[in-house]
């Protein structure tokens, strides 16, 4: 069976572990357990001694931005580098982000401001490790965006608050999305609270979480994905 490494850069707010635990465990609820094989905390410089010593990586969201004056976003970046075809990679968010960054695209803090709650992503490509929805409602958390698409991507999914929500990479085997498919309800509903004095709506954005969501649809292609040929 392939197996998958998460790739760990960053904690949720340390209040909110006790409840929902770190992000490997949220991927792990999501994806299975049987599917990953190896968490790694890259913030405190954790890798596999070689990028083939797993088929396939998995880069978390995080509290940090892609463009924030830290000593652990450069390994990460030419580690994504040297994955690059030696491995399958999947980026969420922040990882989503890190990708387009270590491949020849831009992510920035966006001036559309913090995106939070259920959003809706139309699915513009249809991949052969998807099924045939042609949207998905998934939780966000977020206030960067990738602006610039790096090249040899296919542009798969994305809506009007952030465009290039999601890529498939046609020179490796690669995919990333913006939105967060780990995230159960409530936690996102305790994320939109730490925040609340900077939206214009919290009231609204909790309760777009109450809407049905295709979690466990993304987490679907996700495994699909990897498990693939």
């Not at 998958?4 to 909110?16: D, F, V």
């Not at 299975?32 to 001694?49: L, N, R």
Request: proline share 9%.
């Amino acid at each position: 069976m392939v197996t998958l490494a998460i790739l760990e850069t960053g904690l949720p707010p340390r209040r909110l572990i006790p409840e929902f635990g770190r992000y490997p465990d949220m991927f792990a609820r999501l994806l299975g357990q049987d599917i990953i094989a190896a968490s790694y905390d890259v913030t405190g410089g954790e890798y596999p001694e070689r990028p083939e010593d797993h088929p396939a990586y998995l880069i978390t969201g995080s509290p940090a931005g892609v463009y924030d004056d830290l000593p652990w976003i450069g390994p990460l970046k030419r580690f994504l580098g040297s994955a690059k075809g030696r491995a399958k990679l999947v980026g969420i968010c922040f990882g989503h982000q890190i990708m387009a960054e270590a491949f020849g695209g831009r992510a920035v803090k966006s001036g559309r401001g913090w995106g939070v709650g259920l959003q809706d992503y139309r699915i513009l490509v249809r991949e052969p490790w998807m099924d045939g929805a042609d949207h998905v409602a998934v939780p966000v958390s977020h206030q960067d965006q990738v602006v610039e698409q790096p090249p040899a991507t296919r542009l798969i999914a994305g809506n009007a608050f952030c465009p290039i929500g999601g890529l498939a990479y046609e020179d490796q085997p690669a995919i990333s999305f913006q939105f967060h498919p780990e995230f159960d309800p409530a936690f996102a509903a305790a994320l939109i609270d730490l925040v609340a004095d900077r939206l214009d709506d919290p009231a609204a954005a909790r309760a777009s979480l109450e809407r049905p969501n295709d979690c466990a649809r993304v987490g679907g292609w996700i495994r699909s994905f990897v498990e693939g040929a």
